[in-house]
Nanobody, 126 residues
Framework: QVQLVESGGGLVQAGDSLRLSCAASGRTASSRTMGWFRQAPGKEREFVAALSWRGGNTYYKDSVKGRFTISRDNAKNTVFLQMNSLKPEDTAVYYC???????????????????WGQGTQVTVSS
């Protein structure tokens, strides 16, 4: 099993920044598309950002473009989500996810990701 462990969440004020980390087992991040999703109370899980294994292409939910940045450090098998200018509506549990190796296809839907972390809580106060 591929293991993903998120960290870095917390309670911040609107306008603050957080950096979430996702530590992956083995060399998972080097050959898998990685994604970040979030789920707010009473809401469905939604796509936030993704990073392809080939080409380093990034994809973002429209509402976080310009504020969030997904990146990876393959040497450390870690994926990051830098979140700037946080808003109360960003409050959610954030989940890291990984596809099977060499995945090619949609990045938006949670069903394409085979492995998930336990989540880390991000709370943004106004």
């Amino acid at each position: 099993q591929v293991q993903l462990v998120e960290s870095g969440g917390g309670l911040v004020q609107a306008g603050d920044s957080l950096r979430l980390s996702c530590a992956a087992s083995g060399r998972t991040a080097s050959s898998r598309t990685m994604g970040w999703f979030r789920q707010a109370p009473g809401k469905e899980r939604e796509f936030v950002a993704a990073l392809s294994w080939r080409g380093g292409n990034t994809y973002y939910k429209d509402s976080v473009k310009g504020r969030f940045t997904i990146s990876r450090d393959n040497a450390k098998n870690t994926v990051f989500l830098q979140m700037n200018s946080l808003k109360p509506e960003d409050t959610a549990v954030y989940y890291c996810a990984a596809t099977k190796p060499y995945y090619s296809g949609s990045y938006y839907y949670s069903d394409v990701y085979d492995y998930w972390g336990q989540g880390t809580q991000v709370t943004v106060s106004s």
